[in-house]
């Protein structure tokens, strides 16, 4: 079958150009076009890349007004058919365009950009020479060459012995022939181009191969005079290897020069190539190799379960629940096994890579080079590279943050969302998509099976597998309640702080903390220490008058940061050193109030003289590999405390942690988010499940001035359960999230005025057309198919880099389309206006309610 048309969709970020448009696919390219591919393609008057959506014989429109396809980018479509029309589905449900989906789908290595490109007209390198071009006047022009003065002429040789150049380059080489370029363009003596270029190229090193064998060997080796002593020497030892080796090795081996190779490969004896590499992140890097364990009771239902609907080939999602070392990892590492041995390929989602070090080393250690993973802090290239391994189906294995979601693998079997509560999973940025929900249809997509493994299932999980009969498809409950290793889950004392100030103690650690400690002090036990980073900010505060250093441009205090002294917003990027005075009265008594850790740090060294702390916070982790290295060192008892924020509540495993204490439990309470008990129990219950995990029973210390609220109760006594019934009754009430669900919509522009007036045009408008499909007001009549609209209402942070911003909530429940209403009314709002610089933003299932 021979394609004609491809519909194609261009890197043109505008809601015009959010539809497929129309190029002729020219022959050579037949065959080779697919769908999935990247193309580059004439978009006005520029050169644009775009993927291809799909193949038609003929297009509703004219071909004489279809341009071709310019450029085939690469030979295997870095999209799967299956991501395009996933693609379309991600449009569909989070109201995005069709490009941010695609982009969000391939590496950034992948997104290329337009270079332009200078060559001879008529020329395209000596062997391209087409006979057509005989006569030409291009060519006539080249026949006499008088027309050309001596500057032009040279640059014109240049061009053509070159047989194309970059723009950059050419005028890089003549920096002070601008016009005569130009003139030469616009005489049409030289041709400009436009072709898209990556950001990286695949790596290649350069190796070396003999290519003398047996018996010519003998007799070449014998040629070499004296002089050629060191020739000889390399010729010798790549023959003995018998394998291509890196010019890299040959010289630190041989501690000869590159001269001396390539004298070699003058006289024939060997060749240099340039041969295609991956760059790999963990070279060197040994993994301590394990073996699947026997499974315990509850993990062999687990395993059962999965691997039925794996062998089956079915589709099937499952919410693992198992309390925190209850073997969740193990069976993950078995099930993917299973996956793998059936031919098919899996997704481990972590919610943040550079914290999960040790999840890592565990899927290395079982499944070896079987494993990419996908690294936030991983340069271009080596994202790249482990992203290629998927796509050419060189590994089996891709283990990675919410973007992983979309590894490229033909045949997927297996998806597994480790910490499926976690709010990281949702991307905050265009396509704001939750990758929970990505994986599900993947994995429908797919006939695969997704585990959603958690100790704190996420409400809207935890609700749809209770009601799992009236949705087929909804995730099916299953549980693990014991630990491996028999040791018991940790006591949890919950200490009032209030009680503590009331007896006089002023100090951060109450005396029962302060007493822990002390103990693993004398045992040379462990202690990790946790503080909540939500509330800790490290604003500047004057003391005298109550002056908050504050972003011009976004009504957000700054932050302060140690390292460069100066004050940052943590919006726009704005700074300013650090003041030493007042800027309002003049007062000394200014001083920023440092980061948590950094308090808490100075407190313990005051408090127990000569203690070991390992800090882990944003200010100690900015280096790649960090994070590591700290725990790396505390494995190694270089410390007798680790503290940090969120960072050390994740996956941490160590034998010798007997106690853990947190500093403030509810600093996340206050927040205006009706998921702020949810978070505090799920950061509690993770934070808990860090002590006693081995042989050494474990004890948990909550400080808290709110001992009486229900997650922190909840938490001390590892009772999801209960937890979660009392949260769930609130939310119904209110009518929140899993009982209904929210599309947050943020408008934002320069003139308050202006942007009031269109929040107001928006809401009514969404208020009446949904009044007038019978949704609006019903959610207190429970009714099957309702829809509310709260605001608009000045967002959290009202305004942003000089934007003020105004909010609308929209709640809805039933099967309605409310995605599709508001992204229509939001498109009429703008088209009312005209606008430019009014934006809007929908947020669907939204996370951070800012
Ligand atoms: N079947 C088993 N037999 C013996 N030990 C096991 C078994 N399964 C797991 N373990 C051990 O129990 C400990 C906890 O297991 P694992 O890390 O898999 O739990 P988890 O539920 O993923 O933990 P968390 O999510 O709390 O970090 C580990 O040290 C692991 O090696
Ligand atoms: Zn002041
Ligand atoms: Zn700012």
Same mark, same amino acid.
């Given at each position: 079958m021979t394609y004609r048309v491809a519909k194609v969709i261009v890197d043109v970020p505008s809601r015009e150009t959010d539809r497929p448009f129309d190029y002729l696919i020219p022959d050579e390219m037949q065959g080779w076009i697919e769908i999935g591919s990247r193309v580059g393609v004439p978009f006005g008057r520029r050169t644009v890349q775009g993927f291809v959506l799909s193949l038609h014989q003929e297009s509703g429109m004219d071909p004489r007004r279809m341009k071709p396809v310019q450029e085939l980018l690469d030979l295997m479509p870095p999209l799967p058919r299956d991501l395009v029309k996933l693609a379309e589905w991600m449009s569909r449900k989070y109201a995005c365009s069709m490009i941010s989906a695609l982009q969000a789908m391939i590496p950034a290595a992948l997104k290329g950009k337009a270079e332009r490109y200078i060559s001879v007209s008529g020329f395209e390198g000596e062997d391209e020479v087409e006979p057509e071009a005989e006569g030409s006047r291009a060519k006539d022009l080249f026949a006499i060459p008088t027309m050309l003065t001596g500057e032009e002429e040279e640059i014109v040789a240049y061009v053509k012995a070159s047989g194309q150049v970059t723009m950059d380059h050419l005028s890089g080489r003549y920096p002070d022939r601008a016009g005569e370029i130009k003139g030469l363009i616009q005489r049409g003596i030289l041709t400009e181009s436009q072709m898209i270029k990556d950001k990286v190229r695949k790596k290649t090193v350069k190796t070396v191969v003999a290519v003398v064998s047996g018996e010519e060997a003998e007799e070449a080796l014998k040629s070499f005079s004296g002089q050629a002593r060191r020739q000889k020497e390399v010729l010798q030892f790549l023959l003995e290897v018998g394998a291509p080796l890196t010019l890299q090795e040959v010289l630190s081996t041989l501690r000869v020069t590159a001269g001396t190779v390539s004298k070699l490969t003058e006289k024939g004896f060997a060749?240099?190539?340039?041969?295609?590499?991956?760059?790999?992140?963990?070279?060197?890097?040994r993994f301590k190799s394990s073996e699947p364990l026997e499974r315990t009771p509850e993990q062999e239902v687990v395993f059962g379960k999965v691997t039925e609907v794996l062998d089956d080939r079915s589709y099937g999602v499952f919410l693992l629940h198992g309390v925190t070392g209850s073997g969740k990892t193990e069976v993950y590492l078995q099930t993917i096994e299973r996956c793998i041995s059936l031919g098919r390929q899996a997704i481990v989602l972590v919610p943040e890579i550079s914290l999960t070090p040790q999840m890592v080393e565990r899927f290395k250690g079982r499944f070896g080079g079987k494993v990419a993973v996908m690294h936030s802090r991983l340069s271009t290239g080596e994202r790249y590279d482990e992203w290629r391994k998927i796509r050419e189906g060189r590994v089996q294995v891709a283990i990675g943050a919410r973007s992983a979601v979309f590894a490229p693998f033909a045949d997927l079997g297996l998806i597994v969302m480790d910490e499926e509560h976690e709010t990281s999973y949702k991307q905050e940025e265009t396509p704001k998509y939750h990758a929970r929900d990505v994986a599900v249809m993947r994995a429908r997509q797919?006939?695969?099976?997704?585990?959603?493994?958690?100790?704190?299932?996420?409400?809207? %999980?935890?609700?749809?597998?209770?009601?799992?009969?009236?949705?087929? !498809?909804?995730?099916?409950?299953?549980?693990?309640?014991?630990?491996?290793?028999?040791?018991?889950?940790?006591?949890?004392?919950?200490?009032?702080?209030?009680?503590?100030?009331?007896?006089?103690?002023?100090?951060?650690?109450?005396?029962?903390?302060?007493?822990?400690?002390? %103990?693993?002090?004398?045992?040379?036990?462990?202690?990790?220490?946790?503080?909540?980073?939500?509330?800790? %900010?490290? !604003?500047?505060?004057?003391?005298?008058?109550?002056?908050?250093?504050?972003?011009?441009?976004?009504?957000?205090?700054?932050?302060?940061?140690?390292?460069?002294?100066?004050?940052?917003?943590?919006?726009?990027?704005?700074?300013?050193?650090?003041?030493?005075?007042?800027?309002?009265?003049?007062?000394?008594?200014?001083?920023?109030?440092?980061? #948590?850790?950094?308090?808490?740090?100075?407190?313990?060294? *005051?408090?127990?003289?000569?203690?070991?702390?390992?800090?882990?916070?944003?200010?100690?982790?900015?280096?790649?590999g960090s994070h590591e290295k700290l725990l790396q060192a505390f494995r190694e008892k270089k410390g007798d405390v680790l503290?940090?924020?969120?960072?050390?509540?994740?996956?941490? &495993?160590?034998?010798?942690?007997?106690?853990? #204490?947190?500093?403030?439990?509810?600093?996340?309470?206050?927040?205006?988010?009706?998921?702020?008990?949810? *978070?505090?129990?799920?950061?509690?219950?993770?934070?808990?499940?860090?002590?006693?995990?081995?042989?050494?029973?474990?004890?948990?210390?909550?400080?808290?001035?709110?001992?009486?609220?229900? %997650?922190?109760?909840?938490?001390?006594?590892?009772?999801?359960?209960?937890?979660?019934?009392?949260?769930?009754?609130?939310?119904?009430?209110?009518?929140?999230?899993?009982?209904?669900?929210?599309?947050?919509?943020?408008?934002?522009?320069?003139?308050?005025?202006?942007?009031?007036?269109?929040?107001?045009?928006?809401?009514? &408008?969404?208020?009446? *057309?949904?009044?007038?499909?019978?949704?609006? #007001?019903?959610?207190?009549?429970?009714?099957?198919?309702?829809? &509310?609209?709260?605001?608009?209402?000045?967002?959290p942070i009202p305004r942003i880099k000089n934007r003020y911003r105004f909010q609308c909530m929209v709640k809805y429940r039933g099967p309605l389309d409310a995605v599709q209403l508001v992204r229509e009314t939001a498109a009429a709002t703008l088209d009312n206006l005209r606008d430019a610089s009014l934006q809007i933003s929908i947020d669907v299932d939204p996370q951070m309610l800012m």
């Open positions: 060749v240099i190539e340039d041969v295609e590499v991956f760059r790999d992140p963990y070279q060197g890097r797919h006939e695969a099976a997704v585990i959603l493994g958690s100790a704190t299932p996420s409400l809207e %999980s935890y609700h749809a597998a209770r009601s799992r009969a009236d949705d087929d !498809f909804a995730p099916l409950l299953l549980e693990m309640k014991q630990r491996p290793s028999g040791s018991r889950l940790p006591g949890v004392h919950i200490v009032d702080m209030r009680e503590e100030l009331r007896d006089g103690n002023r100090s951060m650690f109450s005396r029962a903390l302060h007493e822990g400690i002390s %103990s693993r002090l004398e045992k040379g036990e462990q202690t990790v220490l946790f503080l909540n980073r939500r509330g800790y %900010s490290t !604003f500047v505060m004057c003391r005298t008058c109550g002056y908050v250093a504050g972003c011009p441009e976004c009504d957000i205090s700054l932050t302060y940061h140690q390292k460069s002294n100066n004050l940052r917003c943590h919006y726009c990027g704005y700074a300013v050193p650090a003041p030493s005075v007042c800027p309002e009265c003049g007062s000394e008594h200014i001083r920023y109030f440092g980061t #948590g850790t950094q308090r808490v740090e100075g407190e313990l060294a *005051k408090l127990f003289p000569g203690i070991r702390v390992i800090r882990m916070d944003v200010d100690t982790t900015t280096e790649k503290l940090g924020t969120q960072m050390v509540a994740k996956g941490l &495993d160590f034998p010798d942690v007997t106690l853990v #204490g947190v500093i403030a439990a509810d600093t996340a309470l206050n927040f205006p988010d009706f998921r702020s008990a949810e *978070k505090t129990f799920q950061l509690l219950t993770q934070v808990a499940g860090r002590a006693g995990r081995h042989q050494l029973p474990g004890e948990v210390f909550i400080q808290t001035y709110m001992p009486e609220h229900y %997650s922190i109760i909840h938490a001390s006594g590892h009772d999801y359960g209960s937890f979660v019934r009392e949260e769930l009754n609130h939310r119904k009430t209110l009518h929140y999230p899993p009982y209904s669900r929210l599309i947050l919509v943020t408008l934002s522009h320069e003139q308050l005025p202006l942007l009031l007036r269109m929040a107001e045009n928006f809401a009514g &408008d969404l208020r009446a *057309k949904a009044q007038r499909l019978g949704w609006y #007001g019903n959610l207190d009549r429970f009714a099957e198919e309702a829809l &509310d609209i709260l605001g608009p209402v000045a967002s």
